[in-house]
C-alpha cells in the first residue's frame, strides 16, 4: 500500500508541473516585403528646349530672356522674360543646364582651383621679374607663361630718329594687371575683410512715430 500511495504522489506532482509550465506561444514568421524602388523616369526634352539650354549656357551672363528670344524670335521682350522664368523652373531643365556646365568646365578645364591660382599671381607677382640685370624690359617672348599671363596689355610705339638713314626707335610699353584689385578679390573671398556700415537710426524712427500718431489720430495728416 505504501509503494501505491507514493507512485499515485508522483504521478500527482508530474501532472502538476505540467499544468505549471506555460504555453508557447507560436509566433509566425511574416512574409518578407518586397520593396520596388520606382525609377523616376526624367522628362525628356524638346528639340527646342534642348536649344535654349545650350543658348542659355552659352550666353557669359546666362540671361534667359535672350536665350528664349534666340530661339523664338519676334516674341515681345516682356512676354519672352515672362514665358523663359516659367521654363527655367521646369526640373529637367535645371538638371540639362547642369550638365552642360559640366561638360563646358570639363572641356575648358575650369574649376575653382584654378580660378583662385590664376587670381593669385596676378595679386603676388614681383614687377622685378620684368626687367633685366640692366633695368631694360625683357623681351615678351622671354617671359615665362606666368609672368606673360600677368600682362594686361602692350603697346608699341614706333619712332624715327634723326633722317630716313639713321633709323627706327621701336617703344614698348606694358601694363600689369592691378595688384591691389586682385588681392582684395582674394581678401573677399577668404572673407578677410569686415565691411562697416553706419546706420542712422532717427530717420525710420521718426517714420514710425508719424505713423502711430496719425493712425491714432485718424486725420490722415501728419503730425
Known amino acids: ?30 512574409p518578407a516585403v518586397k520593396v520596388i524602388k520606382k525609377k523616376l523616369t526624367q522628362e525628356p526634352l524638346t528639340e ?29 521682350y516682356e512676354s519672352a522674360k515672362t514665358l523663359a522664368h516659367r521654363l527655367f523652373t521646369k526640373v529637367h531643365i535645371k538638371n540639362r543646364i547642369n550638365e552642360l556646365r559640366k561638360e563646358r568646365n570639363k572641356r575648358l578645364e575650369i574649376s575653382g582651383d584654378r580660378v583662385l591660382s590664376e587670381i593669385a599671381k596676378l595679386a603676388f607677382y614681383d614687377p622685378r621679374e620684368f626687367f633685366d640685370s640692366d633695368m631694360r624690359l625683357k623681351p615678351v617672348n622671354e617671359l615665362n607663361p606666368d609672368h606673360a599671363a600677368i600682362i594686361a596689355g602692350i603697346e608699341t610705339l614706333h619712332k624715327a630718329v634723326g633722317d630716313d638713314t ?48 496719425r493712425s491714432k489720430s485718424g486725420t490722415g495728416t501728419p503730425t
Open 48 to 76: 527646342k528646349e534642348e536649344w535654349l539650354c545650350r543658348e542659355f549656357v552659352c550666353d557669359f551672363a546666362e540671361n534667359q530672356t535672350r536665350a528664349y528670344m534666340h530661339v523664338h524670335p519676334g516674341t515681345p
Open 166 to 213: 639713321d633709323g627706327v626707335v621701336v617703344l614698348t610699353k606694358i601694363k600689369l594687371a592691378d595688384k591691389g584689385a586682385n588681392l582684395e578679390r582674394l581678401g573677399k573671398y577668404f572673407k578677410l575683410f569686415t565691411e562697416k556700415r553706419e546706420i542712422d537710426l532717427k530717420q525710420p524712427l521718426n517714420i514710425t512715430i508719424k505713423k502711430f500718431y
Open 1 to 30: 500500500m505504501a509503494k501505491k500511495v507514493a507512485v499515485k504522489n508522483v504521478i500527482k506532482k508530474t501532472a502538476k508541473k505540467k499544468q505549471a509550465q506555460p504555453k508557447k506561444k507560436t509566433v509566425k514568421s511574416k
